[in-house]
């Protein structure tokens, strides 16, 4: 009985060492799995992107993106109250976010429109709860080049306060990711 407990006394360090000897071994290994590169859409075959909008981030907490490709959104509204996801760099998102004023106190029944702002060259796509949007796109390849990058945001009033807005990171067909000239733009309320 004393061999016994003391067998199993000692099982416990010498498995902990076996442990540590395999999480050591993989750390080392250069076969570790890294994480692919997109594949470029095109317009025969859309790369697939999933947004699902919550009350009040997004899921993926950033959206990688590469300049020229052809994606098909695929917008899920999981949470209780109409979102957007409005794909654009900095200035476009403020311009919308002072376009979409028109929204506020608007009555029961479709959303109205919201013509877009001057030289918007991005997208917007517009869900309600519990609902899912497709939208196949173009990433413009001037995307690369607009000072401050791109952005995932929500003008619905109120909503880009609430902090509804996350990255676009840019990436080239290997999966480098692009530099963002000027540095990241951060997000801010503008004054209406
Ligand atoms: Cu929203």
């Keep these: ?8 006394a000692t099982a ?11 999480v050591i071994a993989a750390c080392g290994s250069s076969a570790m799995p890294q994480t692919p590169p997109p594949v470029p859409g095109t317009s025969a075959a859309p790369r697939e992107v999933n947004i699902i909008a919550r009350d ?4 993926p907490t950033r959206v990688d993106l590469v300049p020229g490709e052809t994606v098909v959104f695929h917008v899920i509204n ?15 998102q403020m311009a919308w976010e002072k376009a979409e004023l028109v929204l506020v106190d608007a009555p029961p029944g479709p959303t109205p429109e919201v013509p877009p702002p001057a030289g918007f060259t991005g997208t917007r796509m517009v869900v309600a709860s519990g609902q899912r949007l497709d939208l196949t796109w173009t990433v413009p390849f001037t995307a ?9 945001g ?3 009033p109120g909503h880009w306060a609430k902090g509804m807005v996350v990255p676009v990171r840019l990436v080239d067909d290997k999966g480098n990711v692009l530099p963002v ?11 209406s």
């Design 78 to 92: 999981g949470g209780l109250v109409l979102h957007e996801a409005l794909l654009g760099t900095m200035d476009q």
């Design 12 to 22: 416990g360090p010498v498995l902990a060492i076996v442990g540590m000897a395999l």
């Design 154 to 156: 929500c003008h619905i």
């Design 181 to 191: 000239p000027g540095g990241a733009a951060s997000p801010s309320v503008p004054s």
């Design 1 to 8: 009985m004393q061999t016994a407990q003391r067998r199993i």
């Design 56 to 59: 009040y981030t997004y899921v």
């Design 144 to 152: 690369a080049s607009d000072p401050g990058g791109w952005f995932v």
